[in-house]
T-cell receptor
Framework: GAGVSQSPRYKVAKRGQDVALRCDPI?????LFWYQQALGQGPEFLTY????????KSGLPSDRFFAERPEGSVSTLKIQRTQQEDSAVYLC????????????FGAGSRLTVL | AQSVTQLGSHVSVSEGALVLLRCNYS??????LFWYVQYPNQGLQLLLK??????LVKGINGFEAEFKKSETSFHLTKPSAHMSDAAEYFC???????????FGKGTMLLVSP
């Protein structure tokens, strides 16, 4: 597609529910990143894929967070047993080459956990 | 470890005035530096980047930034603010050998008529 597409744009979950956030990167982009942006903060790195390989998951805050990109294109970020502190905007970004030099960001998925 | 400090969570200017958004970085190796802009309910858009070529970098919408190694700074400027510049601006740093960006907390630019 023309840009990075994320769905859903808005998600409200009750504490303890599982959620799945989808990212469709730009076609042909090798690298894919997930960032978490809390209210009033800058984006914070969660995880990085190069094609289908998850090369860095050091930013995932707990084992409740899981990301995958099985065919090297679409990626899903899954959060199990959501907590209130998980409320944030989850940003997906992709880039043509390896590394983060020129990232194209999606509009984000805003998660609110009640 | 890398870090970015953006001075001022909010900056207010009048339309036509100079825009100056400050960014200082910390990096153990020569960094790559970026400025992104975020409009409400939209993703981050790249304004400009420094990757060890010219120290004065020109970006989109009339913005530019100067890399000053001695001051570990990468401040963003625009000679004359426009109402459409009102948005949140993020400075970011990466190590050329790394795959991730480290962002500052952002500066909200407010432009008054």
């Amino acid at each position: 597609g023309a840009g990075v597409s994320q769905s859903p744009r808005y998600k409200v979950a009750k504490r303890g529910q599982d959620v799945a956030l989808r990212c469709d990167p730009i076609s042909g982009h090798v690298s894919l990143f997930w960032y978490q942006q809390a209210l009033g903060q800058g984006p914070e790195f969660l995880t990085y894929f190069q094609n289908e390989a998850q090369l860095d998951k050091s930013g995932l805050p707990s084992d409740r967070f899981f990301a995958e990109r099985p065919e090297g294109s679409v990626s899903t970020l899954k959060i199990q047993r959501t907590q209130q502190e998980d409320s944030a905007v989850y940003l997906c970004a992709s880039s043509l080459g390896d590394g983060a030099n020129v990232l194209t960001f999606g509009a984000g998925s805003r998660l609110t956990v009640l | 470890a890398q870090s970015v400090t953006q001075l001022g969570s909010h900056v207010s200017v009048s339309e036509g005035a100079l825009v100056l958004l400050r960014c200082n970085y910390s990096s153990s190796v020569p960094p790559y530096l970026f400025w992104y802009v975020q409009y409400p309910n939209q993703g981050l858009q790249l304004l400009l980047k420094y990757t060890s070529a010219a120290t004065l970098v020109k970006g989109i919408n009339g913005f530019e930034a100067e890399f000053k190694k001695s001051e570990t700074s990468f401040h963003l400027t625009k000679p004359s603010a426009h109402m459409s510049d009102a948005a949140e601006y993020f400075c970011a740093v990466s190590d050329p050998g790394y795959s991730t960006l480290t962002f500052g907390k952002g500066t909200m630019l407010l432009v008054s008529p």
